[in-house]
């Protein structure tokens, strides 16, 4: 086929620019940390010319004023084809690439997906720590110059210089200061006057402050599986030594031995040198989670928040090094540089925190598969009560379904009681815990069992009322209601943190009739303490759990039998795993429920899935009791019922009717702006616009509804509108909102965000 003549043919025009500077220039593809999706392209300068790589961080002028700012290299490439004179690179910041070429195409691809800039995906993605090199700095080695170890009986030297030539000449490889001094036995001057002499020279290199000093965990040996977790592994090695990606979604309800499952996956990923991923919730990087991997791997990474500059620096090198087999962390583990990844999986695969809430707004489960499919490499999901999301390409045939149905040692599933509190005499006299759920505490505390009240409000009264004018008093910052901390003696508000005292007036009417209702976890935990005298409580929310490490001290209390009755937000609802608790009581689940939101119904079965989880985890049973006043609803009767899929197949009957994710892709985009008119003037041109686009690209399954005041339609003293776009292709979204260009029409002083697959409905 490559005949002279089609190459002839086919052989561009050299462009102006190739006759001047000859073809093998290259020029380098520039991202920056900017909301501009260009890829702009610089000369290198001889000097840099091959110290340029792609991954690497390099300054260069940027825009009118041509200020230098750092941006990242993504690509060497002969220059585009242009009239207008390229600027030059100024200099290189990284010696070595700190990304791979996979890791540029899959920040590429997330820029693409989530409608932001490469660069914006690049700097977020890029640890600070790593950045900046934290935890290392630069020292001196020296070694000989060349030539002079041989002609070192010819050299005149005082005896200790001489000692020190010697030593260096022994070693045959460069020497740090210190270990130069101990070895020849020396001062630090020798060594100057022979690097003045011209007789060594000094290189400049890295070396590490910081060290990590994890204590080893005693290994332990892997379970002996039951059927069903044999037949999940045997599935997913069989991926692995076909080398072929797919995603699993692994079912399992709560202590079906997901873990036990992902654990010896792993072992075979590790038996071929290959590391594995695994992303948790941050709320589980729990010290046991931490030591089930510890316990039966050699090297485990753990990647949370809450670690140093210096320490994520160093798991960073040491997983591109390839000296980490298992990486277990939160969200951003999934950039993990791992030179060979073999598996990922993501336990809890339904948790919000998923999600990135700032740009780039990825969901590390949608990064995970276009990592693994580029990687050909498997993903697990795994969860009790999997995403609408993932069961829908179940149901499509794009994924495969993996279940555990029991319990390990066949212990039952708890039994839930859903109880009417409409007419119970207790909570019609303002407390939290009706007839039923008391009577229920006590027994399970003269048994000896221990309780779990679960209750998704914290503060104390989570709503400030005037009696006169009906009005809830809200912060004067954010359109919510303030919450009342009695032990700080504040009113809060939970969006922007604005505090303020209790008033005593209403700040509408002046009436002085202000009521404090509802029912958070601080007066939650007085009722209790006031109710259960001889009962040890532990309250458990972010009031209350503000010091890093608290939350694992709180549960290890529990966990040795310190507490009895354990009270809390989420925080407790997930993961955890005590044999004593034998009542779980569910304070009120419909403040879940009420909420603006398409997956309401879903975050409450899976919150009471999940809390129903944490009792009948031994010998001694367990139950659940469910207080709410609208238990006809079908979320709470199927969660009552162990009823996954019976809930699921109705509510994607639900969703299908309303064209709602997973059917259809979502996107939300956000405007915010001080001036309420301005702003809503650009929100209504952004519609505009965007429904032209859509018109005139014919894309008719684009869907644009809006633009209308958001949820929470004022947010630290901004006023918010959105628009909701749905369509079933990303890809005829992103056409119509780039030729839109909507930012750049948008008057000064109203931000726009878009939020692809948006879960967050605010
Ligand atoms: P899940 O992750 O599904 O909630 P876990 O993996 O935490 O479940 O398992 C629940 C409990 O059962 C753990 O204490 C675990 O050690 C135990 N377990 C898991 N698999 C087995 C097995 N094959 N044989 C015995 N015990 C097991
Ligand atoms: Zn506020």
Not at 19 to 48: I, M, W
Not at 81 to 91: A, F, G, M, Q, V
Not at 289 to 316: G, K, M, N, Q, Y
Not at 594 to 600: F, I, T, V
Request: charged share 25%.
């Amino acid at each position: 086929m490559n005949t002279s003549k089609q190459q002839h043919l086919f052989e561009p025009e050299p462009t102006a620019w190739e006759l001047a500077a000859g073809k093998d220039q290259l020029t380098a593809c520039v991202v920056f940390n900017r909301p501009v999706e260009t890829v702009f392209h610089y000369l290198l300068p001889d000097s840099l010319r091959d110290i340029a790589q792609p991954g690497q961080r390099v300054k260069a002028p940027f825009g009118r004023g041509n200020r230098l700012v750092v941006g990242y290299c993504v690509g060497l490439e002969p220059p585009p084809e242009t009239t207008r004179p390229l600027k030059s690179i100024e200099s290189v910041i990284d010696r070595e690439p700190l990304l791979n070429a996979e890791m540029l195409q899959l920040t590429r691809w997330i820029a693409e997906r989530y409608v932001c800039s490469w660069g914006q995906v690049l700097d977020s993605v890029i640890p600070a720590g790593v950045k900046k090199r934290a935890g290392t700095r630069l020292v001196n080695s020296f070694e000989p110059a060349s030539g002079v170890c041989g002609k070192l009986s010819e050299l005149q030297l005082p005896s200790k210089q001489k000692a020190v030539m010697e030593t260096l000449c022994t070693a045959q490889t460069p020497m740090k200061v210190d270990e130069l001094c101990a070895l020849a036995d020396c001062g630090t001057s020798p060594i100057t006057a022979l690097r003045n002499k011209g007789l060594i020279r000094a290189i400049r290199s890295r070396s590490a402050t910081f060290q990590d000093d994890t204590t080893p965990v005693p290994r332990e040996p892997d379970l002996e599986l039951n059927t069903d977790q044999r037949v999940a592994v045997d599935n997913i090695v069989q991926c692995l030594r076909e080398m072929k990606h797919r995603t699993y979604l692994l079912h399992g309800v709560t202590g079906s031995g997901k873990t036990e499952v992902y654990i010896q996956a792993i072992r075979e990923v590790v038996s071929y040198g290959r590391q594995a991923i695994v992303l948790v919730p941050e709320i589980s990087l729990t010290p046991q989670t931490i030591r089930r991997f510890r316990s039966r791997f050699d090297s485990v990474a753990v990647l949370h928040s809450h670690l140093s500059e210096p320490e994520r620096h160093w798991h960073w090198q040491q997983i591109s090094q390839g000296k980490i087999q298992v990486i277990v962390g939160a969200r951003s583990a999934i950039f993990a540089p791992t030179p060979h990844l073999g598996l990922i999986v993501i336990d809890e695969e339904h948790e919000t925190t998923f999600k990135q809430d700032t740009t780039p707004r990825y969901h590390a489960r949608e990064v995970a598969r276009e990592r693994a499919r580029m990687e050909r490499i498997p993903l697990v999901l795994g969860s009790a009560t999997p995403t609408l999301e993932s069961f829908w390409r179940i149901e499509c045939g794009k994924d495969i379904l993996l279940s555990l149905p029991k319990r390990v040692a066949e212990r039952p599933l708890p039994p839930v009681v859903v109880v009417d509190i409409r007419n119970d005499p207790y909570i019609a006299r303002g407390s939290g815990i009706g007839r039923a759920l008391f009577s229920s505490m006590k027994l399970a505390l003269q048994d000896g069992g221990q309780v779990i009240l679960f209750l998704n409000l914290r503060g104390y009264a989570p709503t400030v009322w005037c009696r006169s004018c009906g009005e809830g008093v809200k912060c004067p910052e954010c359109d919510i209601t303030l919450t009342l901390h009695k032990d700080r003696r504040i009113v809060l508000c939970h969006f922007c943190d604005f505090e303020a005292e209790p008033p005593t007036r209403c700040p509408y009417c002046n009436d002085p009739g202000i009521r404090y209702l509802g029912i958070g976890t601080q007066r939650l935990e007085q009722e209790v303490r006031s109710r259960f005298p001889d009962a040890a409580c532990l309250r458990m929310d972010s009031d209350s759990m503000r010091k890093h490490g608290s939350h694992d001290i709180a549960l290890e209390s529990f966990r040795r039998g310190e507490v009895d009755i354990l009270l809390g937000t989420q925080m407790i609802a997930k993961g955890l795993d005590f044999p004593n608790v034998t009542l779980v009581g569910v304070v009120d689940a419909d403040t879940m429920l009420h909420q603006p939101d398409l997956r309401a119904a879903e975050r409450t079965f899976q919150l009471l899935a999940q809390v129903a989880g944490r009792t009948g985890r031994s010998h001694r049973g367990g139950r659940v009791l469910v207080q709410s006043s609208s238990p006809e609803e079908p979320a709470i009767q199927f969660a009552a019922a162990h009823d996954y899929f019976g809930f699921i197949k109705q509510e994607l009957v639900h969703r299908q009717e309303t064209n709602a994710p997973p059917v259809r892709h979502l996107i939300r985009i956000i405007l915010r702006g001080r001036h309420e008119e301005e702003l809503q003037a650009c929100a209504r041109m952004a519609a505009e616009k965007l429904s032209e686009r859509a018109k005139k690209v014919d894309a008719s399954e684009v869907r644009i509804l809006g633009p209308a005041p958001a949820p929470v339609s004022k947010l630290k003293g901004d006023y918010r509108y959105h628009l909701q776009v749905t369509c079933s292709e990303l890809e005829e979204f992103r056409d119509i909102w780039q030729s839109a260009a909507i930012r750049e029409t948008l008057s000064h002083g109203v931000e726009c965000m878009v939020d692809v697959d948006a879960i967050n409905m605010r």
